[in-house]
């Protein structure tokens, strides 16, 4: 059984920065790619940022230039480094784990993050 475990998440001031991680209960290379993703209020689950076990990214147009995920396969963590927060970045963030054969994908629990405006 794999367990994904955020952490990081918190309360901030609009500009201010957060980190999350990520910690799997199994080697995170198994996995093809690994990503953030986040849910405001009354809206739907969105993607923030991919990586895959090549080191390859891909951001969301909304937090381009802003957040930075990476990855330490040693430690079988991920990470998000948000900065520049927004009011409009508060929401629950969900680590997501993908294993493309056999097709699975793994959730974290996810961790809140508020921006004061």
């Known amino acids: 059984q794999v367990q994904l475990v955020e952490s990081g998440g918190g309360l901030v001031q609009a500009g201010g920065s957060l980190r999350l991680s990520c910690a799997a209960s199994t080697s995170i290379f198994r996995f093809n790619f690994m990503g953030w993703y986040r849910q405001a209020p009354g809206k739907e689950r969105e993607l923030v940022a991919l990586?895959?076990?090549?080191?390859?990214?891909n951001y969301a147009d909304s937090v381009k230039g802003r957040f930075t995920i990476s990855r330490d396969n040693a430690k079988d963590q991920v990470y998000l480094q948000m900065n520049s927060l927004k009011s409009e970045d508060t929401a629950v963030y969900y680590c997501?784990?993908?294993?493309?054969?056999?097709?699975?994908?793994?959730w974290g629990q996810g961790t809140q993050v508020t921006v004061s405006s």
């Open positions: 997501k784990a993908v294993l493309v054969v056999p097709q699975f994908d793994y």
């Open positions: 990586i895959t076990n090549s080191g390859n990214t």
